[in-house]
């Protein structure tokens, strides 16, 4: 069963603007981690985030974590055409990580 | 480019075929991991393995079967091929210390894309 869930499924957004995405999970967790992916391409790692820990910044990426709220939202500043992908946040636990059904961000040029 | 070769990148076959699926880690992975992609289920995690040895098992069919070889490369076998295994599969690595570590970053092969006709 899916851990993670993102919210928007979808975002439109244009370029220059702010992006942000949430995260919700169930269980508790060991740290949290943000993965990108072009159309049908591999993840590519973005950020993680352990959790004691409740912002993390990476160039134009911000993260956050609430675990008492089970939940961490990703911001991606200052957007571009670029950064048109899915998203989407993975919950580490023991060995597993487990991925959420993600969030396509649209940014126009 | 993650490091991570996956074999083959496209394949098409018909239902109640048998098919193998390729991974070689990042030089000096241990951990692999198979994850299945599809629209309906999204990303599910197979089973990872670390050294050789099966660590953890997911949402894997028992049609579905894996293995760790010696030079630390992965297969991913399928048999009796159903419509519904139509997906992107894809093999990830990592540096996986031991059973206690928490899982870090995964590094992702291209995925192989298989069609089941």
């Known amino acids: 069963s899916q851990q993670g869930e993102e919210d928007p499924q979808a975002l439109s957004i244009q370029e220059g603007e702010n992006a942000t995405m949430n995260c919700s999970y169930k269980?508790?967790?060991?740290?949290l981690q943000w993965y990108r992916q072009n159309s049908g391409r591999g993840l590519v790692h973005l950020i993680l985030?352990?959790?004691?820990?409740r912002e993390k910044h990476s160039g134009r990426l911000r993260v956050t974590l609430d675990t008492s709220k089970k939940s961490s939202s990703l911001l991606i500043t200052a957007s571009r055409a670029a950064d048109t992908a899915s998203y989407f946040c993975?919950?580490?636990?023991?060995?597993?990580?487990?991925f959420g059904k993600g969030t396509m961000l649209l940014v126009s040029p | 480019d993650s490091g991570v070769t996956q074999t083959p990148k496209h394949l098409i076959t018909a239902t109640g075929q048998r098919v193998t699926l390729r991974c070689s880690p990042r030089?000096?992975?241990?951990?692999v991991y198979w994850y299945q992609q599809s629209l309906d289920q999204g990303l599910q995690f197979l089973i990872q393995?670390?050294?050789?040895?099966?660590?953890a098992k997911g949402n894997i069919l028992e049609r579905f079967s894996a293995q760790q070889f010696p030079d630390l490369h992965s297969e991913l076998n399928l048999s009796s091929l159903e419509l519904g295994d139509s997906a992107l599969y894809f093999c990830?690595?990592?540096?996986?210390?031991?059973?206690?570590?928490?899982?870090?970053?995964?590094?992702f092969g291209e995925g192989s894309r298989l069609t089941v006709l």
């Open positions: 993975a919950t580490s636990r023991y060995s597993t990580l487990t």
């Open positions: 269980t508790s967790i060991n740290n």
């Open positions: 985030i352990r959790s004691n820990e």
């Open positions: 030089s000096g992975d241990l951990s």
């Open positions: 393995y670390y050294n050789g040895e099966e660590r």
């Open positions: 990830a690595s990592s540096v996986y210390r031991s059973a206690e570590s928490n899982t870090g970053e995964l590094f």
